[in-house]
């Protein structure tokens, strides 16, 4: 886990010199971790953090016409039934005009 800004919790830091009660201390130890690691969490991407489905192409596909980022989205047809999808990032701000592609589910047996 890598520690963004570690005065939050009273350490100075200069260079490779960290002096513990440098700087007067903000938020608790237990408060600190939680917070890393919910950014280490949405470092990888944000949606994919919350996201239920996993859309293993979302930060390695991008788009034809725009060159945009591809990002998963999914809906719900009238059955229930939920549909997963990739779409143009920018398509979705009405900038671009590729139509979103099913997510292909791979089942091994």
């Known amino acids: 886990?890598?520690?963004?800004?570690k005065k939050y919790i009273g350490y100075y830091v200069?260079?490779?010199i960290e002096i513990e009660d440098g700087v007067p201390r903000i938020v608790s130890d237990e408060t600190f971790n939680k917070v890393q690691t919910l950014m280490n969490n949405?470092?990888?991407t944000p949606a994919r953090a919350k996201a239920i489905t996993e859309y293993i192409l979302m930060t390695?596909?991008?788009c034809g016409r725009c060159k945009g980022l591809m990002?998963?989205?999914?809906g719900k047809g009238k059955c229930g039934v939920v549909y997963n999808y990739y779409?143009?990032?920018?398509?979705r701000k009405k900038q671009c005009k590729?139509?979103?592609?099913?997510k292909i589910i791979l089942k091994t047996s």
């Open 87 to 91: 779409s143009c990032n920018t398509s």
């Open 98 to 102: 590729k139509k979103m592609f099913a």
């Open 60 to 62: 390695k596909l991008f």
């Open 42 to 44: 949405n470092r990888k």
């Open 1 to 5: 886990m890598t520690q963004a800004n």
């Open 14 to 16: 200069y260079g490779d």
């Open 71 to 74: 990002v998963g989205v999914s």
